[in-house]
């Protein structure tokens, strides 16, 4: 069965499967569904954990050897794999296998990044799903994060404006474990009395995540405002302007890419690119790629001194380019 991050606790309280995958890029929703599911299975007996984290070159013949072996004393046990990268031939056996033993005294928990088209049909996947539940943890986009924050003051028993909410909003940037962070620490600051944007200003540090990386996202997806957000950021924190034009012409390149079919979303599908590059698929016909190309050429010419002009007005007016 499918579940998400909202039904996870509802399922928990009246059942407990024997197995259950839990992917996805976002560390705070991750990390919280795969706490419940740890209490879950503390609550109905399974006392002992065993973790095994398994990367791209994982044992998976001591994986497998390690679910086999009875606990010491004879206890039931949560036995939880963390998966870096797809687990290959040898995994996917390995993990059907164990799926398919119906051992009571084992539940099975597996943490993934978010999985791609081409991962959600692999076999072990299809085995957790006949034997247990997929957890699948979706981004909170800008337009929905407010609404996330309103629940979450809620279950802090937190009173806060609209206004206040939008203005966190914006000033976490999408970092749900800093937003909650600061609704947490606004509960204290407040003591009981409603928050109002002023009351943020004075106790929110600026957690937004100005990076390449998220630079590079925003412009694949379009999201203009965002992108020349992150890109000032970028320039008020000293980022070299080389760095950013790094970004954004992988970004063109990946558009490209995105039209002619040429490196695949499958192989950065373990990332949190693969959304961004969906959406890059959908805009790359209308994408003037002979402009884009020439813009970045520009902006690399005066960056290295050989034109003259300023490199983060070139940088601003590629990034607006990418987004049209």
């Known amino acids: ?12 309280r009246e059942r407990l499967l024997p197995a259950y995958l839990i992917s996805g890029d976002e560390p705070l929703q991750s990390g919280e569904a795969t706490d419940a599911v740890r209490a879950a299975a503390r609550a109905a007996g399974f006392t002992e954990r065993e973790v095994h984290v398994a990367e791209r ?11 086999r072996n009875l606990s010491l004393f004879g206890a039931r046990r949560l036995f939880e794999i963390r998966m870096s990268a797809r687990p290959g031939a040898a995994g996917n056996a390995a993990l059907i296998e164990l799926l398919d033993a119906g051992d009571r005294d084992t539940l099975f928990l597996m943490v993934t990044p978010r999985l791609d088209r081409e991962a959600q049909g692999a076999d072990w996947v299809r085995a957790v799903e006949a034997h247990g539940a997929w957890v699948q943890i979706w ?10 924050l309103r629940m979450r003051a809620r279950q802090l028993k937190l009173e806060a404006s609209d206004a206040a909410l939008a203005l966190l909003a914006e000033r976490t940037e999408g970092n ?3 937003a909650h962070q600061e609704l947490t620490k606004l509960v204290l600051l407040a003591g009981g009395a409603p928050v109002t944007p002023e009351t943020v200003l004075a ?8 990076d390449v990386f998220q630079l590079s996202e925003a412009v694949l997806s379009g999201a203009a405002g965002r992108a020349l957000r992150l890109l000032a950021g970028l320039r008020a924190e000293g980022t070299e302007p080389t760095l950013v034009l790094w970004a954004l012409t992988r970004a063109l390149h990946d558009a490209w890419g995105a039209l002619t079919g040429a490196g695949g979303a499958g192989q950065r ?3 949190r690119r693969s959304a961004a590059l ?10 003037a790629f002979t402009d884009l190309t020439a813009r970045a050429a520009r902006a690399d010419r005066v960056i290295k001194g050989r034109l003259a002009g300023n490199a ?3 940088l601003t007016l590629l990034t607006r380019d990418l987004c049209a």
């Open 1 to 12: 069965m499918k579940l998400n991050s909202d039904s996870l606790a509802g399922h928990l």
């Open 57 to 67: 070159a994982a044992d998976w013949e001591e994986v497998r050897g390690s679910a």
């Open 139 to 148: 981004p909170v986009d800008a337009a929905r994060l407010p609404g996330w």
């Open 176 to 178: 749900l474990l800093a």
């Open 203 to 210: 106790s929110v540090a600026d957690s937004a995540r100005f």
């Open 269 to 271: 599908g373990w990332q």
């Open 278 to 287: 969906e959406l890059a698929t959908r805009r790359a016909p209308h994408m």
């Open 312 to 314: 983060w007005d070139e």
